[in-house]
């Protein structure tokens, strides 16, 4: 099965993506995540306003297969939550990469964007 990987945006091993804009980092779940997850039934996520800490949890996503917690790719401070998930969590099923993103940083430390994964190391992991 081949899965969606854009080129425009890098990936944690643990499957968040990040995205880089002039100030602030967007994050969500890979099209290979949710795909592994089933369809998703809820998402808990942080408060704007809230601190985040490269590489610890950050929110958790829950599927009716599994519950899994969601790791920061970077440091910094939460500027915008996508709020449409509480209702409709699935968006993350049906468009990972757009409406179904989830937090917004403002990054703490940019150099920590570079420490991920570009897509084709990415996709050489879930290969």
């Known amino acids: 099965m081949s899965f969606d990987v854009p080129d425009d945006r890098r990936y944690q091993e643990s499957h968040e993506w990040t995205t880089i804009g002039d100030d602030a980092v967007r994050i ?3 099209d290979f995540a949710q795909d592994e997850l089933g369809d998703i039934v809820f998402v808990e996520l942080p408060e704007v306003g809230d601190e985040i800490v490269a590489g610890e949890e950050f929110g958790v996503v829950e599927s009716i297969k599994a519950v899994s917690d969601l790791y920061a790719p ?19 099923n049906d468009d990972p990469y757009g409406d179904g993103w989830m937090i917004e940083i403002e990054p703490s430390d940019r150099d920590e964007f570079d420490d991920a994964l570009d897509a084709d190391a990415y996709e050489a992991q879930i290969a």
């Open 74 to 92: 970077v440091s910094g401070e939460v500027v915008a939550v996508n709020e449409e998930l509480f209702d409709r969590p699935e968006l993350v």
């Open 28 to 30: 969500g779940v890979s």
